[in-house]
Nanobody, 120 residues
Framework: VQLQAYGGGLVQAGGSLRLSCAAS????????MGWFRQAPGKEREFVAG????????NYGDSVKGRFTISRDNVRHTVDLRMNSLKLEDTAIYYC??????????????WGPGTQVTVSS
């Protein structure tokens, strides 16, 4: 499966943004999906994961209570709704597809990433 992330951009601190991940080739069916992020000079960090077909979700500690992951299995998309954004949320966000939970950094399929910049 080939993935593509959409929805990045510039937002003020405290604002909201929604990212979407879709399959540009193939389908997201039966894959466990995740979002990761990487800020300059830092390691890639787990943000959120969702099982197939969507009953189980997990989040990184830094985003719990602010971010929500969801999936639409008809449209074959996975969304990340980000609220109460902070300066430290600035990063490139990647979606990933894996064959098990938890979705890990060794997931076999990755999208190219979308930049999220939070300004003060």
């Amino acid at each position: 499966v080939q993935l593509q992330a959409y929805g990045g951009g510039l937002v003020q601190a405290g604002g909201s943004l929604r990212l979407s991940c879709a399959a540009s080739e193939g389908t997201l069916s039966y894959y466990y999906m995740g979002w990761f992020r990487q800020a300059p000079g830092k390691e890639r960090e787990f943000v959120a994961g969702i099982s197939w077909p969507g009953r189980n979700k997990n989040y990184g500690d830094s985003v719990k209570g602010r971010f929500t992951i969801s999936r639409d299995n008809v449209r074959h998309t996975v969304d990340l709704r980000m609220n109460s954004l902070k300066l430290e949320d600035t990063a490139i966000y990647y979606c990933a597809a894996d064959r098990a939970m938890p979705v890990s950094r060794s997931a076999p399929f990755w999208g190219p990433g979308t930049q999220v910049t939070v300004s003060s």
